[in-house]
C-alpha cells in the first residue's frame, strides 16, 4: 500500500504492509528514531506523535490512517536549530531522566497548551496521565510544563 504522510513538513511517499503501525513508519521507512516503542498497548506514552496538531499514540494508528496528513515528531518540533519552548522549558527545569519518556512528554506537552494555553497544576496532570514517567516522579515534568505555557509560538 502506497502511503504519502508529511512528516516534519517532509512528504514522506513509502510503500508499506497495510498493518504498519505509524510508530513503524516513522521508525523504520523515516528513520525517525525520537519516536519510541515502550509497551505497544497505548499505556506508556512514549510514541506520542502530534497528527495533524493533536497528540496521537502512534502505535495504535496505522500509517494508512496518516495518509495526507500532517505528522510532528519530536525531530521536526526545534526551528532553525532553535529549540521549541516546550523542549526549553523541560530542559531548563530538568524534565528528564534517562529520556525515553521526553520526547512523547514533550509531544503531549505542546497538544496540551494548544488546548488550554494557561493550565492549572490539575489540568497539566490530567493532561499528561496517559504518558508515563518511571524516572522523576513528575514533579519537574508538571514545573516545565507550567513555565512553558504563554511561551507557545
Same mark, same amino acid.
Given at each position: 500500500?502506497?502511503?504519502? #504522510?508529511?512528516?516534519?513538513?517532509?512528504?514522506?511517499?513509502?510503500?508499506?504492509?497495510?498493518?504498519?503501525?505509524?510508530?513503524?513508519?516513522?521508525?523504520?521507512?523515516?528513520? &525517525?528514531?525520537?519516536?519510541?516503542?515502550?509497551?505497544?498497548?497505548?499505556?506508556?506514552? !512514549?510514541?506520542?506523535?502530534?497528527?495533524?496538531? +493533536?497528540?496521537?499514540?502512534?502505535?495504535?494508528?496505522? !500509517?494508512?490512517?496518516?495518509?495526507?496528513?500532517?505528522?510532528?515528531? #519530536? +525531530?521536526?518540533?526545534?526551528?532553525?536549530?532553535?529549540?521549541?519552548?516546550?523542549?526549553?522549558?523541560?530542559?531548563?527545569?530538568? !524534565? &528528564?531522566?534517562?529520556?525515553?519518556? @521526553? !520526547?512523547?512528554?514533550?509531544?503531549?506537552?505542546?497538544? &496540551? &497548551?494548544?488546548? #488550554?494555553?494557561?493550565?492549572?497544576?490539575?489540568?497539566?496532570?490530567?493532561?499528561?496521565?496517559?504518558?508515563?514517567?518511571?524516572? @522523576?516522579?513528575?514533579?519537574? #515534568?508538571?514545573?516545565?510544563?507550567?513555565?512553558?505555557?504563554?511561551?507557545?509560538?
Amino acid at each position: 500500500m502506497d502511503v504519502s #504522510i508529511t512528516v516534519n513538513h517532509q512528504t514522506q511517499h513509502h510503500d508499506v504492509e497495510a498493518r504498519t503501525l505509524l510508530v513503524q513508519f516513522l521508525r523504520e521507512h523515516c528513520l &525517525l528514531t525520537g519516536t519510541k516503542v515502550g509497551c505497544d498497548t497505548s499505556s506508556c506514552g !512514549a510514541c506520542t506523535v502530534l497528527v495533524d496538531g +493533536e497528540s496521537v499514540k502512534s502505535c495504535t494508528m496505522l !500509517a494508512a490512517q496518516a495518509d495526507g496528513r500532517r505528522v510532528t515528531t #519530536i +525531530e521536526g518540533l526545534a526551528t532553525d536549530g532553535e529549540l521549541h519552548p516546550v523542549q526549553q522549558s523541560f530542559q531548563a527545569n530538568h !524534565a &528528564l531522566q534517562c529520556g525515553f519518556c @521526553t !520526547a512523547g512528554m514533550v509531544l503531549a506537552t505542546v497538544s &496540551l &497548551l494548544e488546548e #488550554i494555553p494557561n493550565p492549572t497544576e490539575r489540568d497539566v496532570r490530567l493532561g499528561l496521565e496517559g504518558n508515563l514517567c518511571r524516572c @522523576t516522579g513528575y514533579h519537574n #515534568i508538571v514545573q516545565a510544563v507550567l513555565a512553558a505555557a504563554g511561551q507557545q509560538p
